[in-house]
Nanobody, 123 residues
Framework: QVQLVESGGGLVQAGGSLRLSCAAS????????MGWFRQAPGKEREFVAI???????AYADSVKGRFTISRDNAKNTVYLQMNSLRPEDTAIYYC?????????????????WGQGTQVTVSS
């Protein structure tokens, strides 16, 4: 059984930074793509970023240049460094394990999810 636990969310002013963590247990994540999604109130859950083994990453256009995904395979942990935060980044952020297909922006291509961590950016 895979368990993912996100942490690091909070309240920050626009222009500030936060670093989210996603710690995994029950599976070694080094061979899997690990993604971050977010869901704002009344909106669909949307793709934010993904990190594959080997250092390949991909980002949503809305966060490119501001967010950085990274992973520490020794700690079985994935991170999301968020800089230059904007009020529209306010959402619950989730990490998830990618199933391995070619599609990575669709949330149905992920099969394990954490409980989420709230990020609130004030203007």
């Amino acid at each position: 059984q895979v368990q993912l636990v996100e942490s690091g969310g909070g309240l920050v002013q626009a222009g500030g930074s936060l670093r989210l963590s996603c710690a995994a247990s029950g599976r070694t994540l080094s061979r899997y793509g690990m993604g971050w999604f977010r869901q704002a109130p009344g909106k669909e859950r949307e793709f934010v970023a993904i990190s594959w083994s080997g250092g390949i990453t991909a980002y949503a256009d809305s966060v490119k240049g501001r967010f950085t995904i990274s992973r520490d395979n020794a700690k079985n942990t994935v991170y999301l460094q968020m800089n230059s935060l904007r009020p529209e980044d306010t959402a619950i952020y989730y990490c998830a394990v990618h199933k391995g297909g070619s599609e990575y922006r669709d949330r149905f291509e992920y099969d394990y999810w954490g409980q989420g961590t709230q990020v609130t950016v004030s203007s």
